[in-house]
Each structure stands twice: as C-alpha cells, then as structure tokens.
C-alpha cells in the first residue's frame, strides 16, 4: 500500500492518513498512516519482460527469523514473504539445479527455495495440446509440483520426456509426457543440449539448435538492458543487492 498510487481506494471502516501532520480528530482514531509519499515503483518498465515468464504463489512464509534466513550456496541476496505472496519473474538459474529460484516480490528482486511456492499454469491458449510428437528431451533436474491448479508434469532428473510441443520455441512452458503421463512443464528444467526429433521427422536439428541458443542467452540480460538515468541506476541498484546475476543495465 506504501507504493500504491495515490488516492488510495477508499475501504469501509479504515481511516488513513496522509503525512506527518495528523488531524487533531484523528489523533487517536486512525488505523493507518503514511508520513512519507509513495515510492516510485521499478517495475512498470519491465512489466512487459517480466510478463513473459512465470508467475509463483508462496505456500510457505520466508521471513528473517532471530536473525537468520536460509540462503543459496552462492549467498545471493533472498526475498521474504509471507504464504499468498506473489512473485513474478521467475527464473530457474543452472547453477541452482532447480532447488532456487529467482524472482521479484514487492519491486525487490532475490533468490527463493522452489519448493516454497506453487507456479501459476499460462493461460491455456498458450499450452500446445498436442498428443504426440517427434520431439524429446531429458530431464536435467526433478519437478515435482503438487496441488494447485494445471496439469503438471513430475519427472525426475535423467528421464526421457517424450511428445514434447510447445506454442513457441521460447516460450517458458511446454508439454510432453513422462512414464506415459502427459502434462506442461518449466523448458528451463530440461537439457537444452538433449533436445531432438526423432528420425521419423524432420528439422530436429534446427528445433534443438533454437532451443540451446536460448539457454545461452539470459533472458533477464535483455530485460535489463532498459536505459536509465544514473539516478534510477543508484535507486536500483540499491534494491537489487549484490546478486551477480541480478540487473546489468546500459547507462547512457
């Protein structure tokens, strides 16, 4: 609410108030107050990046406790919410194995254990479903998401998914089958390098060529490369920690 737009939207039964002076009225009768305006949020400019990957819910609260909050192997700065929270933006770095994550909750942008959100299902005309196909791959790491909405995929890591589609070749979900079972899945947890077609088709070679070029580039790379002013580059810089594999920006 600190960053919302102002006016805020009006809820029955909340008085707020609006800096530093209170009404003499309200003085011990209010329920919320904000002495210092909103801060100017850094996302809208990357909303249109951001939008094109996955969306997570938060089934477990991550707050620093006694001083204490589990971090990944490379200590890169972590995000702290609470069970409901939405984080946008994820992405499944290699160096995590899928056990981390990298999102943005609340215009801060950190690292998250997996297993402590739900991904949300892309809408379902962006899911190819298709019963087969010449295409597989092997898995790289384990998925396992259960509950919540879509038809997840589980697979562990070393299994062969088969008739695997996609709406686009970049897209950050497809669908295929495992041990029979069909369901969508993260692209970013199978071996890029193990993509092929199967000898009875054709142009294998270019669908797995496209899709290790992709691995190759780093999606949040061209999502930072948005210029800015070297005021909004200090600003966010300060938000995004230390992270090396956080924002790279172009400063004009």
């Known amino acids: 609410m ?18 530093d002076e209170i009404p003499p009225h309200l003085k011990d009768n209010f329920d919320l107050c904000f002495p210092n ?22 089934t477990e609260t991550r707050k620093l406790t006694h001083g204490i909050l589990r971090t990944p192997p490379d200590r890169a700065p972590v995000l702290e919410y609470a069970v409901g929270a939405r984080i946008v933006g994820v992405e499944f770095p290699p160096r995590y194995e899928g056990k981390w994550a990298i999102g943005w909750h609340d215009g801060v942008r950190g690292a998250f254990e997996s297993d402590t959100v739900k991904l949300e299902p892309p809408p379902r005309s962006e899911v190819r479903m298709q019963g087969t196909s010449n295409m597989q791959a092997v898995a790289r790491w384990k998925f396992r998401q259960t509950g919540g909405e879509g038809n997840w995929l589980k697979f562990n890591k070393g299994d062969v998914i088969e008739n695997i589609s996609w709406a686009y070749t970049d897209h950050w979900c497809w669908s295929g089958t495992s041990s029979k079972h069909w369901g969508i899945f993260p692209q970013s947890h199978i071996d890029p390098n193990s993509v092929q077609e199967l000898p009875s088709g054709g142009g294998g070679a270019r669908d797995s060529n496209s899709v290790a070029s992709a691995e190759k580039k780093s999606t949040m790379s061209s999502l930072f490369s948005i210029r800015r002013t070297p005021a909004e580059n200090r600003k966010f810089f300060s938000r995004a920690g230390n992270d090396p594999s956080g924002p790279r920006l172009v400063i004009d």
Not at 2 to 16: C, I, K, N, W
Not at 37 to 58: D, I, K, N, Q, Y
């Open 2 to 19: 600190a960053r919302h737009p102002r006016p805020l939207p009006v809820v029955s039964g909340f008085t707020v108030v609006e800096g």
């Open 37 to 58: 305006p909103p801060t100017a949020s850094v996302m809208p400019p990357l909303a249109p990046e951001v939008g094109r990957l996955p969306t997570a819910v938060a």
